[in-house]
Antibody
Framework: EVQLLQSGGGLVQPGGSLRLSCAASGFTFSNCPMSWVRQAPGKGLEWVSAVSPTGGSTYYTDSVKGRFTISRDNSKSTVYLQLDSLRAEDTAAYYC?????????????WGQGTLVSVSS | DIQMAQSPSSLSASVGDTVTITCRASQGISNHLAWFQQKPGKAPKSLIYSASILESGVPSNFSGSGSGTYFTLTITSLQPEDLATYYCQQYYSYPPTFGGGTKVEFK
């Protein structure tokens, strides 16, 4: 059974930092691209970032470029999202999502979500 | 970026009804379209990929169709557990983009 177990998140002041983690099991992690998708309170879904299976390629939506960093540790089957220079508009539930081999941006499994709240 | 327009944004239906949600892409995406179900306070769940293929375990009262720029999600014999918000998403081109969602409520 595929499982994506998220941790991290919380309340942080504007300009602060957080690191989100997503521990995967039930599939060959090192074969699969991984993404982060967020959802602001009461709003829709927004793709944030993706990392290739080896970690050698990373991708970001424009609004987080230079502030967020995605990475992965295939030895730990874990993907991370480092959030720096946080802004109020980054407040959202963040979900890690598993891509498919050959379909990077089709998300067939999702983590349970973790809330990031940016406020003074 | 490819824009995904979903309609309606919300609908009210009764148990046993058939409901249809539409999703239009701003340019052709072949069949690279997925549908997700999100229940209140929960993570999204994949229902359909490649426009019409049901994910394992998804009830057969869900179906998807379409290609190019026009897609539909149909739920027949609506059940109480189908109360949720439904999103379409294109994965044809970078960046992946989602529709605005359709909230299904019961009368």
């Amino acid at each position: 059974e595929v499982q994506l177990l998220q941790s991290g998140g919380g309340l942080v002041q504007p300009g602060g930092s957080l690191r989100l983690s997503c521990a995967a099991s039930g599939f060959t992690f090192s074969n699969c691209p991984m993404s982060w998708v967020r959802q602001a309170p009461g709003k829709g879904l927004e793709w944030v970032s993706a990392v290739s299976p080896t970690g050698g390629s990373t991708y970001y939506t424009d609004s987080v470029k230079g502030r967020f960093t995605i990475s992965r540790d295939n030895s730990k089957s874990t993907v991370y999202l480092q959030l720096d220079s946080l802004r109020a508009e980054d407040t959202a539930a963040y979900y890690c999502a598993k891509g498919e081999v050959g379909a990077t941006y089709y998300f067939d499994h999702w983590g349970q979500g973790t809330l990031v709240s940016v406020s003074s | 970026d490819i824009q995904m327009a979903q309609s309606p944004s919300s609908l009210s239906a009764s148990v046993g009804d058939t409901v249809t949600i539409t999703c239009r892409a701003s340019q052709g995406i072949s069949n690279h379209l997925a549908w997700f179900q999100q229940k209140p306070g929960k993570a999204p769940k994949s229902l359909i990929y490649s426009a019409s293929i049901l994910e394992s375990g998804v009830p057969s009262n869900f179906s998807g169709s379409g290609s190019g720029t026009y897609f539909t999600l149909t739920i027949t014999s609506l059940q109480p557990e189908d109360l949720a918000t439904y999103y379409c998403q294109q994965y044809y081109s970078y960046p992946p983009t989602f529709g605005g969602g359709t909230k299904v409520e019961f009368k």
